[in-house]
């Protein structure tokens, strides 16, 4: 019974909000990042998501569960609690909206998405190479990519294994 309830859901759910696909696709991903440099980044990468997707958004602003307008502009939203990054980019709370508008002027470097995409698709840590080693070294396995193995259907690997004697 619940599921063809929830199938039903997703039908309406669907519906109503103009999309596709189940509800929560794919295995849930984290990664543990280096708040100090990459908290601000990662938020606007988060916000902007809706905004390179195809017609979701034009705007941060406009996608309604984003929590953009609670940090750029001071919509009350109780589901928000501002990290200490975030308050760190002004005094006041207007001063600290202000900067965090100013953050969605400039473009995130494709090379900057591409590294968040990699860090959470694989778990990786995403931050600097010292971040990196503290926290291999605290929880003792490998936090990022050792560069062993590959595409083992691309030509770059099969002419790499073909110049082994």
């Known amino acids: 019974m619940l599921q063809s309830i929830g199938r039903y859901y997703v039908q309406y759910f669907n519906h109503c909000y103009k999309r596709t696909g189940t509800l929560w696709e794919g295995r849930y991903k984290a990664a543990l990042i280096d708040s100090e440099a990459y908290l601000l980044t990662c938020m606007r990468y988060i916000e902007l998501n809706p905004v390179r997707a195809d017609n979701m958004a034009n705007h941060p602003s406009e996608y309604p569960w984003s929590s953009y307008r609670c940090n750029a502009v001071g919509q009350e939203d109780m589901l928000v609690t501002p990290h200490r990054e975030y308050q760190r980019l002004g005094a006041t709370s207007a001063a600290r909206q202000s900067a965090y ?4 002027r400039a ?4 090379q900057t998405l591409d590294e968040i995409r990699e860090a959470t698709n694989k778990a990786w840590i995403l931050g600097n190479e010292q971040f990196q080693q503290r926290i291999e070294k605290q929880i003792d396995r490998p936090v990022s990519s050792s560069g062993h193995g590959g595409d083992r259907k691309s030509e770059l690997y099969h002419k790499s294994r073909s110049l082994t004697p």
């Open 101 to 104: 508008r100013q953050l969605f």
């Open 107 to 110: 473009r995130i470097p494709n």
